[in-house]
T-cell receptor, first 115, second 117 residues
């Protein structure tokens, strides 16, 4: 079955450590995205990538980094510079950038807790 | 003021009730409107999307857009316990793939719905 796999489901880290969240898709989608979900706030876009080896900052990119070396993979690194990293992180993909024809497909998320 | 406002709930209804979920928005450029359903500890899944104003029906679900009032609704008929989830509205202005604008949605905070037996 095609879909998006995020791993791990739960992740615990100490403050000051970098951590990388995995996202893999087998939908053959060109575009991939990282969102952050916090209670009482809508999903906020961290980074997105429309094609391999290219990505753009979203609304809240500070303290995060990404890479897009393969079409299937879009890992997110939460660095120690991120002031409030504890959150639910969602990876998504879509066929292309025009929203009407390419709705987002989401993974099941990674819950990161930093203490 | 947030660009998209959505009552967080929780909203609790008896099985079989008609549920009305709503979002208001301030950006008149929004033309595409979506509803996502998110079960606990899962990613959102697209329920319905509409373009511009009007109604769209899919089974027990009806999406309604009133651009003049900047108000969108999702109605669920004959609600079931399996409908218990958080419902997120999302919307976007037209973004052209050719200009490299990317896919950018503005999400509401979500309304938690519980359908009780």
């Amino acid at each position: 079955d095609g879909g998006i796999t995020q791993s791990p489901k739960y992740l615990f880290r100490k403050e000051g450590q970098n951590v990388t969240l995995s996202c893999e898709q087998n939908l053959n989608h060109d575009a991939m995205y990282w969102y952050r979900q916090d209670p009482g706030q809508g999903l906020r876009l961290i980074y997105y990538s429309q094609i391999v080896n290219d990505f753009q900052k979203g609304d809240i990119a500070e303290g995060y980094s990404v890479s897009r070396e393969k079409k299937e993979s879009f890992p997110l690194t939460v660095t120690s510079a991120q002031k409030n990293p504890t959150a639910f992180y969602l990876c998504a993909s879509s066929i292309g950038g025009q929203v009407y024809n390419s709705p987002l497909h989401f993974g099941n998320g990674t819950r990161l807790t930093v203490t | 003021q947030k660009e998209v406002e959505q009552d967080p709930g929780p909203l609790s209804v008896p099985e079989g009730a008609i549920v009305s979920l709503n979002c208001t928005y301030s950006n008149s450029a929004f033309q595409y409107f979506m509803w996502y359903r998110q079960y606990s500890r899962k990613g959102p899944e697209l329920l319905m999307y509409t373009y511009s104003s009007g109604n769209k029906e899919d089974g027990r679900f009806t999406a309604q857009v009133d651009k003049s009032s900047k108000y969108i609704s999702l109605f669920i008929r004959d609600s079931q316990p399996s409908d218990s989830a958080t419902y997120l509205c999302a919307m976007s202005a037209e973004i052209s793939w050719l200009t490299g604008g990317g896919n950018k949605l503005t999400f509401g905070t979500g309304t938690q719905l519980k359908v009780e037996l």
